[in-house]
């Protein structure tokens, strides 16, 4: 065991547990075996007083197994179909295994849409948070028969990230079904080695970490390491572990070496940052010169008119949108005070000159600050 490793788990005791496709299902449908290990594990830190969030996949390959179907589904109909008849399935599963050592589950279901919308995403905190408060389960997938491409997750990975973050997570498990990340993918030539600790997300990583899932598992590696540099960038360690292996969560939870740990960043975004940064769909971008980009960067400032060189896409008031510079880099994302063509109309004017040319000046920023997540 690693001092450092230690060091960071050490008082994680409200925990985002993530469960891949690859991990709840074997040959036969769900593994109730490995769902009641896992329950088990999860019940007994329960009792020690540790908060425990759940955000599971499987519902479609439960509906593809109770269907008999063998090959992966070709579209998003069959898959929402697949998934209305596994969801109650799965939930069932869950809810008697937790079940046996006295403990209630609930059942939240998602979709993005139901998070990009600030009061939504508030309800769905307050509830969560009532859940964790009377020792209840709460047990997260999307929402995958409403869900339409605008608005999916993307994966499971990425709504994962957001919960860590909305039920106030110290630690985020994500259970796959390889034994963490890898410096190349284990599946091709040549041999793989394991990452036990990542301080950083390099774009190297990145581009090793395939994102090829199986046919039930929809995010790949890729999506996991993604996840975990939003978690991190909270300030929440994430560890990416194999979810088949008896004693896991014991093991990560006791700081045992196994799987990938990445490391928390120790400057990171409050929740509001968070929510604008990676939960809202930036709406357009905002080119911005080298005064602003400065200004931006490494003073604090918020983005006023006169740094705005040119907009690209249709937004409204409240929207998301990217800061980029001139080089088109991107540098922030934030909630804008005016429209696009409000924006068009004032850009590179000094702020006195907004009431002049719009009428009216109900704020001096185009983005304020305090609605600003900067990259690093
Ligand atoms: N929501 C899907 C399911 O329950 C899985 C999505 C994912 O694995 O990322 O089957």
Known sequence: MSAERINILKGANRVLVKIGSGVLTGHDGLDLDIIGHLVDEISEYSKKGFHFVIVSSGAI??????MGFKEGLKNLPQKQAAAAIGQGRLMRVYSNAFGRHELVTAQILLTMSDLTDRQRFLN?????????EWGVVPIINENDTVSVDEIKFGDNDNLAAIMANIMEAN??????NTEGLYDRDPRGPGKARLISLVTEITDEMEAAASSEADTVGMGGMRSKVLAAGKVTASGVPCVIAHGKKAGILGDILSGRETGTLFVPMTQHLKSKKYWIAFTLRSRGKICIDKGAEDAIVNQGKSLLPSGIVRIEGDFQMGDSVTCVNEDGVSIAKGLVNYSSSEIDRIKGLKTSRIKQVLGDKPYDEIIHRDNMAVNK
Not at 61 to 66: D, V
Not at 171 to 176: E, F, P
């Open 61 to 66: 390959a439960s509906g593809m197994h109770r």
């Open 124 to 132: 769905t905190r307050n509830t969560l948070l009532t859940l964790m």
């Open 171 to 176: 630690l985020l498990i994500n259970l796959t």
